[in-house]
């Protein structure tokens, strides 16, 4: 198959999603995969030119070795507001480019302004067009005053959809909510790599680099810093214990990092809050190995609702108990007694993790994680990815 991807933000500085893995590991089973992407990140490039040129990535990898994703970057302006403006033009380009020269068997939007040009595109062309739904999409638009738009944006591009694909159970009811068509809306769960991630893994490497002893607690996060992730209010309960053995290590860096720094640097935490920024993908599960509970303290808001993010298969393979908030999408996917402990806010979580450590329940907890998802490898996510792929390109107009 010829597969057309399409998101509004960086596919290779961004962490992976259940985009990358699956559509690297199509690559490998022969297919064609092409991305257009956007340079979410133009505030914090070195490059400071108003405009940048078109750019095209070739064989790109961030999950498997060998993948020959092609990624191509239109040319946007860098200025507020003006950078949609000029995104609108160059993608729409770029689509009416990439649907007649590349000849697509089917199309995948993953955002809201791409994937509403892609839709068009796909009608024009008469191509399959799927909806991949990782996030409730709007919600994550970081201008606030554009939200109702792209609310309604997302409301348009799930109604048109041939086929809509949500990672669990709580997003498609979200996506129903929103217009999607029930009985053309499917559960692809997300997977994990478990030949990669897997409990044997070696920790004195990755807690010695960090000055982490064999008798300290250490509690690990990972991904972009939101400021709704909960993290700062942890790092503040952190300094409240008395228990200096409790450390917090964090990788990923975003909105909420400097003031995560601010607390570090305000409280001479430097050796308890650990902030270690952005890690290579392929050392990540050395640093979970250095963990003994890893974290997901976010808020309950819309953008956290209704999801799973990734890091939790990842997490749990490496058989660490999880401490997360009782987000109503988590609860739905793992339930209770699985590995993952909830609780109610944030502040909960250092007493909780000095609970389980003390207890000894953490290592019990990690070995429930691990046998939750010992039978979610991508292979089988891919598998029925690929199958619906085959499905929509098969039963659309274009192959009869």
């Not at 399959?128 to 409730?136: C, I, K, Q, R, W």
């Not at 893994?201 to 008798?215: K, W």
Request: proline share 4%.
């Amino acid at each position: 198959m010829r597969i057309l991807m399409t998101q509004d933000t960086d596919w290779s500085k961004r962490n992976p999603g259940q985009q990358h893995h699956i559509a690297e590991r199509l690559t490998l089973r022969g297919h064609l995969v092409r991305v257009i992407d956007y340079d979410i990140l133009w505030r914090s490039s070195e490059e400071k030119k108003l405009w940048s040129q078109r750019r095209v990535f070739s064989c790109v990898e961030k999950t498997v070795a060998g993948a020959k994703v092609s990624v191509i970057r239109p040319g946007m302006l860098r200025l507020p507001v003006l950078n949609y403006v000029s995104m609108l033009w160059t993608i729409n380009r770029e689509l009416m480019f990439q649907t007649a020269e590349f000849k697509p068997d089917v199309v995948i939007g993953h955002s809201i302004l791409t994937n509403f040009l892609t839709m068009l595109w796909a009608r024009m062309r008469n191509i399959p067009y799927v909806f991949h739904m990782t996030d409730a999409q709007h919600t994550i638009v970081p201008e606030h005053g554009l939200k109702p738009i792209a609310k309604i944006l997302e409301k348009w591009n799930l109604k048109r959809a041939e086929v809509v694909i949500v990672i669990n159970e709580r997003l498609r009811e979200y996506a129903v909510e929103m217009g999607a068509r029930p009985e053309r809306t499917k559960v692809i769960r997300a997977g994990v790599d478990l030949s990669r991630y897997q409990p044997q893994i070696d920790s004195r490497r990755a807690r010695s680099r960090f000055g982490l002893g064999e008798n300290d607690i250490v509690l690990f996060f990972m991904g972009w810093l939101y400021r709704f992730s909960g993290l700062k209010e942890v790092a503040e309960e952190l300094r409240r214990s008395n228990d200096s053995h409790i450390k917090l290590l964090i990788v990923g860096d975003g909105d909420a990092f400097d003031d995560l720094r601010r607390v570090q640097e305000r409280e001479n935490m430097a050796k308890r809050l650990i902030l270690a920024g952005k890690q290579p993908y392929e050392g990540i599960p050395g640093l979970i190995a250095a963990a003994d509970i890893c974290l997901l303290p976010a808020y309950c808001n819309e953008t956290m609702r209704d999801i799973v993010p990734i890091k939790l298969y990842e997490y749990m393979a490496m058989a660490k108990p999880v401490i997360s908030t009782r987000l109503p999408g988590v609860i739905r996917e793992f339930g209770e007694d699985n590995g993952i402990i909830y609780v109610s806010e944030p502040q909960e979580v250092i007493a909780t993790a000095l609970e389980l450590a003390h207890s000894g329940k953490a290592k019990v907890e990690g070995a429930k994680a691990r046998r939750f998802v010992e039978n979610m490898g991508w292979d089988s996510v891919v598998d029925k990815f690929e199958t619906a792929l085959n499905d929509i390109v098969v039963g659309s107009p274009r192959s009869n």
